[in-house]
């Protein structure tokens, strides 16, 4: 019996390695019935060969013909007891023309199908896109563990002490990448935060998350130079708390 708590589109946010692993994982929890990792099943999803699963990753950007080979799989009919999985790599480098070609199929999937749609960035997502997904954020999952250290200091109930956070910057040394990465992680947050406190009609709530968001996508407009990335968080830590209604 397919689990019919499997969302027919999600969004996961982190860096393009690990959303592989991740993704992997996830397939053959699905996929497999013990998620064993180490079947002939397992392992044709590891090796991106399983016939229930379409792996789609293009080298420079999505076009039409990408979105064209979902449309042509997704007209077939699945059993009551199959599922089936698209997993779009890089889902950030989605044209807008691309986005708009498959924002019917990810709204209203035939039974058993699914997507999974894989980005390091939320902001070049169209947001009729990210609307129609499940979010989850694994950003703070870095190879390195330091951007998971620097995270904690912006969910905290009260702003930190900034030099103690200069130091943890310093200390982490992160990539231009990583601190993009980061700040996905924060917008996608707050964003969460903004539609619970709409639905709630928190209106104070509500206000505060709004001011978040606006603040952290106004970083998008200016990511840091190469070897900037640690003053780049330093002045996201200002702007973030100085000010704030938090």
Same mark, same amino acid.
């Given at each position: 019996?397919?689990?019919?708590?499997?969302?027919?589109?999600?969004?996961?946010?982190?860096?393009?390695?690990?959303?592989?692993?991740?993704?992997?994982?996830?397939?053959?929890?699905?996929?497999?019935?013990?998620?064993?990792?180490?079947?002939?099943?397992?392992?044709?999803?590891?090796?991106?060969?399983?016939?229930?699963?379409?792996?789609?990753?293009?080298?420079?950007?999505?076009?039409?013909?990408?979105?064209?080979?979902?449309?042509?799989?997704?007209?077939?009919?699945?059993?009551?007891?199959?599922?089936?999985?698209?997993? @779009?790599?890089?889902?950030?480098?989605?044209?807008?023309?691309?986005?708009?070609?498959?924002?019917?199929?990810?709204?209203?999937?035939?039974?058993?199908?699914?997507?999974?749609?894989?980005?390091?960035?939320?902001?070049?997502? /169209?947001?009729?896109?990210?609307?129609?997904?499940?979010?989850?954020?694994?950003?703070?999952?870095?190879?390195?563990?330091?951007?998971? /250290?620097?995270?904690?200091?912006?969910?905290?109930?009260?702003?930190?002490?900034?030099?103690?956070?200069?130091?943890?910057?310093?200390?982490?040394?992160?990539?231009?990448?990583?601190?993009? @990465?980061?700040?996905?992680?924060?917008?996608?947050?707050?964003?969460?935060?903004?539609?619970?406190?709409?639905?709630?009609?928190?209106?104070?709530?509500?206000?505060?998350?709004?001011?978040?968001?606006?603040?952290?996508?106004?970083?998008?407009?200016?990511?840091?130079?190469?070897?900037?990335?640690?003053?780049?968080?330093?002045?996201?830590?200002?702007?973030?708390?100085?000010?704030?209604?938090?």
């Amino acid at each position: 019996m397919l689990n019919k708590q499997i969302p027919p589109a999600q969004l996961w946010l982190g860096n393009h390695e690990l959303l592989i692993d991740r993704t992997t994982a996830y397939l053959q929890k699905q996929l497999c019935s013990t998620g064993c990792g180490v079947c002939r099943t397992c392992m044709q999803i590891r090796q991106q060969q399983h016939h229930a699963v379409i792996w789609i990753c293009p080298e420079k950007g999505y076009t039409l013909a990408h979105i064209q080979e979902i449309h042509d799989r997704i007209v077939f009919a699945l059993d009551s007891t199959e599922r089936f999985f698209f997993v @779009l790599q890089k889902a950030d480098y989605l044209s807008t023309q691309c986005a708009n070609s498959l924002l019917k199929s990810i709204e209203e999937p035939p039974s058993g199908y699914h997507f999974i749609l894989c980005a390091q960035q939320l902001e070049p997502i /169209l947001p009729t896109i990210r609307s129609r997904c499940i979010i989850n954020s694994f950003a703070h999952e870095a190879h390195n563990g330091s951007d998971a /250290l620097l995270t904690r200091y912006f969910y905290a109930s009260s702003m930190p002490d900034p030099q103690e956070f200069a130091q943890a910057v310093q200390k982490a040394a992160l990539s231009e990448q990583q601190a993009m @990465l980061l700040v996905g992680e924060l917008l996608t947050h707050w964003m969460q935060q903004y539609s619970t406190a709409v639905s709630k009609k928190n209106t104070q709530k509500t206000a505060i998350a709004l001011q978040k968001v606006e603040l952290i996508k106004q970083l998008y407009a200016t990511p840091p130079m190469p070897g900037s990335s640690s003053l780049f968080l330093k002045q996201l830590f200002l702007q973030y708390y100085v000010g704030s209604t938090r």
